[in-house]
Each structure stands twice: as structure tokens, then as C-alpha cells.
T-cell receptor, first 113, second 113 residues
Framework: NAGVTQTPKFQVLKTGQSMTLQCAQD?????MYWYRQDPGMGLRLIYY???????DKGEVPNGYNVSRLNKREFSLRLESAAPSQTSVYFC????????????FGPGTRLTVT | AQSVAQPEDQVNVAEGNPLTVKCTYS??????LFWYVQYPNRGLQFLLK??????LVKGSYGFEAEFNKSQTSFHLKKPSALVSDSALYFC???????????FGAGTRLFVKA
């Protein structure tokens, strides 16, 4: 049982390049989330997927797109990277019922130059 | 709108002493409240949650938290701190009528031997 996995762990992009961050969970959770973490700002929600087949914007969706590929996988795409997207990105998942605590992946550290 | 405040950027405590990490919240309905811990270069780990019932909730690693509805607070506590408790702690809140979880900015705990 790996929990939530993310790839890659590190990435350096040049301004304007694109990339996709991959996330998968093996806990049979319905809901999945993408956050970014910046110093002193806590975690900010980029997009979430309440269930397979649905996605919704969070607090900071601009410059990102997501795909809920199936129940296990939820990817985040940067179409044209900007230096302001330098951050640590976390994927999380949660079940339904019982309080909705989230389980997080190890993160992707992205630098855009 | 939901919000979470962690008034202390950093808390310093000596090993063996009790520790408290403060959190206050604002939601429109009844809250689900959470504490998470983040160790260096790792994702967040769930510690404990308040859903309903007893105002004192117990979680992992000897941590507990007290829900105070009148003060809209959910402070994290531990009777005897360990050096290994040194980490970044996040309080989070979810409105029971909503879906999104809002995270505080985090409090860094230093436990000195």
C-alpha cells in the first residue's frame, strides 16, 4: 500500500515550457486535490476533484489545468510555465465520510527559470 | 468564507515541557478541524481531527487538541515535548456544508534538548 505517489520529485523548467505532474493513490479514495506550498503561505488549493469525472477550481487555478484520468490518477498540467509557478506541489486524496482528512504525497519541487 | 489563523510563526519549547500550538478559525457552519505535521522534505501527515462530540480529541504521537466553540479555537497540545516533535504544524478547517479545506500558514515548532 503506497498511499499517494507523485512524479517527478524534482523538475527545473524554463519559462514557457510545459509539463505534467502525475499523482496516483491506491486507497480507493473518491476525492483528490492539488496544492502548492510557498513559504509563509501555507497550502493553497489549485484544483480538486470531488469524484471521478469531476474537477473544480480552487483558490489559485490560473496557469494550471487538471485531468482526473480515473479513480486512482489526477494529473496537473502547466501549459506555459512562469517563474511565479516555482513552488512545491502536493497531491492529496480523501475518502468520504468520517471527516475527510487528507493523505498527501511526498511533493514535487518545481523551479521555473 | 472560511479562514484559519495560526498566530505564531514559531514556537520554542524545551524537551520534556508541555507544548501548545495555537489555531483559531472562522466558518459559516459547523467546522471539521484538523491538524497536520510536516517534516523536512516530506508531505503533510494527518495528526488528528475534530468532527463532533468530546471537545478534547487525541491523535497520533501523543498529541491532542481542544475544541473551543466560544473562542473558535482548536489548539494543539502535548504534555511532554520530544526533540523529534520539531516540525512544521498546520491547522486546517472545513465547513461541513462545503468541500474545500483551508490551511493555516503553519507554525514551526522547535524542541530543544
Amino acid at each position: 500500500n503506497a498511499g499517494v505517489t507523485q512524479t517527478p520529485k524534482f523538475q527545473v523548467l524554463k519559462t514557457g515550457q510545459s509539463m505534467t505532474l502525475q499523482c496516483a493513490q491506491d486507497m480507493n479514495h473518491n476525492s483528490m486535490y492539488w496544492y502548492r506550498q510557498d513559504p509563509g503561505m501555507g497550502l493553497r488549493l489549485i484544483y480538486y476533484s470531488a469524484s471521478e469525472g469531476t474537477t473544480d477550481k480552487g483558490e489559485v487555478p490560473n496557469g494550471y489545468n487538471v485531468s482526473r484520468l480515473n479513480k486512482r490518477e489526477f494529473s496537473l498540467r502547466l501549459e506555459s510555465a512562469a517563474p511565479s509557478q516555482t513552488s512545491v506541489y502536493f497531491c492529496a486524496s480523501s475518502g468520504t465520510g468520517g471527516g475527510y482528512e487528507q493523505y498527501f504525497g511526498p511533493g514535487t519541487r518545481l523551479t521555473v527559470t | 468564507a472560511q479562514s484559519v489563523a495560526q498566530p505564531e510563526d514559531q514556537v520554542n519549547v524545551a524537551e520534556g515541557n508541555p507544548l501548545t500550538v495555537k489555531c483559531t478559525y472562522s466558518v459559516s457552519g459547523n467546522p471539521y478541524l484538523f491538524w497536520y505535521v510536516q517534516y523536512p522534505n516530506r508531505g503533510l501527515q494527518f495528526l488528528l481531527k475534530y468532527i463532533t462530540g468530546d471537545n478534547l480529541v487525541k491523535g497520533s504521537y501523543g498529541f491532542e487538541a481542544e475544541f473551543n466553540k466560544s473562542q473558535t479555537s482548536f489548539h494543539l497540545k502535548k504534555p511532554s515535548a520530544l526533540v523529534s516533535d520539531s516540525a512544521l504544524y498546520f491547522c486546517a478547517v472545513r465547513d461541513t456544508g462545503g468541500f474545500k479545506t483551508i490551511f493555516g500558514a503553519g507554525t514551526r515548532l522547535f524542541v530543544k534538548a
